[in-house]
């Protein structure tokens, strides 16, 4: 089991940035996909990116795409997600997750989650 802690949220007005960083612990997820997940209130947690082990593989949602750029250091176990243009609808709480054998992009595919991290932002 890998341990996750993500940081880096807040309040930002539309159209600005935030940038998230998630650290591991635990063991290393140099070989694992790693992935973001969003969850606003009385919605259901969605996927927002995911990064391959190598990092030569991205995935987006399509909400996200052109705004988001997900990036990780294998050599400091973290991952980051950098969120440019910002909107309000992208308000929620952001969960990094771990993925530990192949699989899709959904919730239910990542074993190891995050607390997560309240990113709220103002019209």
């Known amino acids: 089991q890998v341990q996750l802690v993500e940081s880096g949220g807040g309040l930002v007005q539309a159209g600005g940035s935030l940038r998230l960083s998630c650290a591991a612990s635990?063991?290393?997820?140099?070989?694992?996909?790693m992935g973001w997940f969003r969850q606003a209130p009385g919605k259901e947690r969605e996927f927002v990116a995911a990064?391959?082990?190598?990092?030569?593989?991205?995935y987006y949602a399509g909400s996200v795409k052109g705004r988001f750029t997900v990036s990780r250091d294998n050599a400091k176990n973290t991952v980051c997600l950098q969120m440019n243009s910002l909107k309000p609808d992208d308000t929620a709480v952001y969960y990094c997750?771990?993925?530990?054998?192949?699989?899709?992009?959904?919730?239910?595919?990542?074993?190891?989650w995050g607390q997560g991290t309240q990113v709220t932002v103002s019209s």
């Open positions: 990064i391959t082990w190598s990092g030569s593989r991205l």
């Open positions: 997750a771990a993925r530990d054998s192949a699989g899709g992009l959904g919730p239910a595919d990542f074993s190891s």
């Open positions: 635990g063991r290393t997820v140099n070989s694992v996909t």
